[in-house]
Structure formats: C-alpha cells, structure tokens
C-alpha cells in the first residue's frame, strides 16, 4: 500500500510539458499544475496571438497570467526528493542510439541536457544540479549536448587542448606547447576563434550580397518571360490579320509564321526558366550555406567551432551575375514587318520562282532566303533611312539636316539632361533598332569621324573605354581620318589598306551575323568584313571629333 501511494503521488507531480518532476510548480486558474519554466515558454510561443491558453484543458484568457507559486506542491516535491523517490522517467528520457547519455547514470542512462566542457563530461538534468548550487562548478561552460567532447582531449597528453598552432593549423595542449610545438605560433582557442569569426562573417556578408544580387537577376527574368510571351501573343495576332488577307496559296505559310513564333516562344520561355531554376538552385545553396555559418558561429565550444569551421569546403566562385544584360523587350515585332513586306511582294516573288520562308529562331524576325547583295543595286535594296536620337547626343554635338548629320562644336549645346545622353565621348545613336538585312551610307567631312554599330545598353558615362564606340565588348566601329582607316572592337585596332573615301556604306545581316564597310561612290570596294554572333537588336552610332561632320545620308 505504501508503496503504492508513492507511486500515485509520483504521477500527480509530473509536469505535463516536460513529463518530468515539478520544477517551482505554478497552477493556472484552471486549476491545472506545471513547471514554471514550462508554462512560461509555452505562453512565450503564444505571444504573438495575444490569446494564453492552458495545455492541457485549452481554456483561454485574454490577458497573460500572472503566476503563483503552488507552495503546497513544491513542498510535497521537496518531501519526494528527500526520501529518495523520483518520479520514473518516460521512455522518451532515456538516451537511445543517436543520443548523448548522461555520463554519470548507471543501469539504463538518461538523455544529457549539458556537456561540460570543463569536466569533459555530460550530465542528465539530475547529475547537472551541482553544476547549479556548487560555486566552483556554477563557471563551467555548459553547451548543448556534444558527442565530441573526447575530441577536445590530447591523445598522446591527456589533456584538455585549448591552444591553437597556427604553425600547424591544430588544437594542442599545453604539454604539446612544451614540447613538439615548441616555438610554433601559438595562441588561445578563443583567440584564434575570434579571427575566425571575423572570417565567417565576412563569408556570410559574401554570401548574403551574392544573394541579393541573384534575387534581383531573378526579378529581371521573371520579367522577361512575361514581356517574351506578351510580346509573342502580339505578334502572332498581327501576323494572323495580316495572313488573311493572302490568298489560298500562303495559308500553309501563315501556319509556319504561327508555328515559329510559338516555337521562339516556348525555346526563349525555357531559357528564361532554366536561368530562373540554376538561380533557384544557387539561392537555395548560399541560403543553405548562410544558414550552416550562422549555426557554426553559434557555437560555444571553440574547439568544435574550429573543427566545424575548417572543415567547410571553400566557398566556390561564382561569375559575377548582379548585371544580366537583357536585349530590349521587343522579340516579336519584326515578324510582323516582314509578313507585311512578303504581303507586298507576294505577287511578284510567287511569279519569279518557288521560295521558301525562312524563320530566325535566335533573332526573332521573318527574311526571304535571298544571296548576299554583290552590287550597290542591291544593297539599295535593303536600304534603311536612319535619324539620330537627340536623347543619346553627346553636349558638343551639332544635329542638323532633319537629326540625320552630327557635327562636332567647341561651344556646348543646350540639350536638356537625359539619362541617354553620351557623357564622356562625343558620340549619338540612331533612334531605329536595326535587325534583319539593313544598308545605310554615312559622309564625313574634316579630321576624322567614327561610324559604329552596337548595343543600345552601351554605357553613357563612366570610364572612357566604357562608352567609347569600339573599346568594349557591345560596340564596334570603322574609325576614318585623312591617311588612315581603322576597325575598332574590344579596344582592338585593325589596320585598314585600301582606298580613302568620303563616304562609306554598311551592311548588317543581324542573322548571319555579317557586318561589312564598303567604300563608294565606285564599284562597291569592301573596306572590312566581320562575322559574329549578334544576340540584340543594334544601333547605328557617329563618333566625330573636332572640327568635323557625320551625315547619314537619304538613299
């Protein structure tokens, strides 16, 4: 009989959080009992929603409690645990395979709630209370249970190792100091953790800016596939009015446009999400990386910290990202501009020969499969009337003759300020994007001129060679002076024999990649010849230096 009212004593003084003794006992209005710490917690998590309940009966109350000590069950607790009975532990207590037992239990061993990193040893939640009421044993460093407290000890001393060789990158007694590491550079474990922990935090201030900088590449494609498909919707309408209005013969050609500008769709869709998805990816890992440093960093035990630590793999290099560069969010359009041009030049192509439509995949733009143009009649052909952007003119550019001649002044022109504007070179761009087959002429009078073609997210400002028409990777240029003639690309000059003339024709064939510089009036002389790969839409750009003019001229 006693020993059965022991035992039911011994199950009314189990918390019903922690499942174990009453620890300070507070009751709640309800009238239920808990450890304080425990009730305390679980209304720390419920904070936030301002309501408090009770575990076990989830009775409410709208303000938090104010908690008693239960002086009656604190007293019968201290009676159990002076005639020696505990209350037996749940299952869940006791330390299975992957735990750390406490190092002091006999028979079956507790679960450790402390590792001692002085008295390298682990304590249950009974064994550790002297590390609580002991004055000498209350400045022990207590860390969360570890399973590698024999690796803090000297194998060949014995000893606890809290110094740190830098001679030979590892943890070693104060024996080992004496001895084989005598005269090596030595320092504390904290010491050395100190620095350490200047590097992980840098590392994580690394991994934190690369992120940000792939979350926002990852914002600019998020917004080019929507622009892609925007623009493709458009352009599959506009070609499907336009095909109606051709007769039966081209049917199955409006059909192939439909085709292709889905099929660019999808491809240009799916590459957008493959850099999307390899982003993800990258995020998730530096994340994941940022997360591991932080738990490192968190740790108290400077040995582990600097076995965790120098055990990371290095953090692997990656290309800087942070400026994607995106062509202009005009895919499409130009399929429309070339169904309207095969419209108008169906009857006669249909009554010539056979031809076959050829789509550009890469490009986006609709061409009839024709030879490359040998004479000036058929460049004329592809002739395009270009006009200068007053937006893009350098302050000692002149434009005259309806924006299409650019002449260089000593006196700054009054330009209203525009984030377009050419800053550091006395350059200007043309207004037109130039895709498929285009030809245009250019006249320069004076010292020298520069006719360009590039990229239109060439840089304004900043360094010279930035901005400057053929000294970096988006632009090229043919530069012209009296006595000699230069090609410019990437800051590398090609020099140029041949005639010396006033006037020069270009020729683009955006989807072969071609680009040549002829010199006229005359039999077309072909000056220079480049063949690339051009991923964006170009513009037609002048250089001009002092004293002299650029004209694109009317064909």
Known sequence: MAQSGAQLNEELLLCSLCLDLLKDPVTASCGHSYCRKCLQHHWDVEEVRRVYSCPQCSRTFTT????????????????LKKTGLQ?????????????????????????????????????????????????????????????????????????????????????ICYLCSVDEHKGHDTVSAAAERTERQRELEMTRQEIQQRTQHKEEDLKVLQKEVKSISGSADKAVKDSEDIFTQMIHVLEKRRCEVQHQVRSTQAAEVSRVKDLQKKLEQEITELKRRDAELDKISHTLDHSQFLHNFSSLPALSQSPDS????????TYFEDVTAAVSKLRDKMQEVLMETPTHITWTVRNVDVSLDEPEPSSREDFLRYSRQITLDPNTANNNLLLSEANRKAT????????????????????????????????????????????????????????????????????????????????????????????????????????????????????????????????????????????????????
């Not at 079956?108 to 002085?118: D, E, G, I, P, Q």
């Not at 609580?132 to 249970?145: C, I, R, S, Y």
């Open 408 to 555: 260089c002044m000593e006196e700054v022109q009054s330009y209203c300020y525009h984030s377009d504007r050419f800053t550091a070179a006395q350059q200007v761009l043309s207004i037109e994007s130039l895709t498929g087959r285009c030809y245009w002429e250019v006249k320069w009078r004076g010292r020298w001129a520069g006719i360009a073609v590039t990229y239109r997210n060439i840089s304004r400002s900043g360094w010279f060679e930035e901005s400057r028409f053929g000294f970096n990777k988006r632009s090229c240029r043919l530069y012209c002076s009296s006595g000699e003639y230069l090609f410019n690309h990437n800051a590398i000059s090609t020099n140029i024999s041949g005639p010396e003339p006033s006037r020069v024709g270009v020729y683009l064939d955006h989807k072969a990649g071609l680009l040549c510089f002829y010199g006229i009036p005359g039999p077309m002389e072909l000056l220079h010849r480049v063949q690339t790969t051009f991923t964006q839409p170009l513009h037609a750009g002048l250089w001009v230096g002092p004293g002299s003019s650029a004209e694109l001229m009317k064909l």
């Open 87 to 171: 209350a037996a532990p749940a299952d869940h207590c006791y330390a299975g395979a992957e735990d750390v037992a406490c190092d002091f239990c006999t028979g079956r061993k507790l679960k450790a709630f402390k590792s001692c990193l002085v008295c390298q040893a682990s304590y249950c939640d009974s064994h550790l209370q002297p590390h609580h009421d002991v004055a000498p044993l209350q400045k022990h460093m207590l860390v969360e249970p570890t399973q590698l407290l024999q690796e803090n000890i000297c194998p060949r001393h014995d000893e606890v190792m809290k110094i740190f060789c830098r001679t030979d990158q590892q943890m």
């Open 322 to 329: 942070s400026s994607l560069e995106v062509p202009p969010l």
């Open 64 to 79: 938090r409690p104010v908690l008693e000590k239960n002086t009656m069950l604190a007293a019968l607790v201290e009676n």
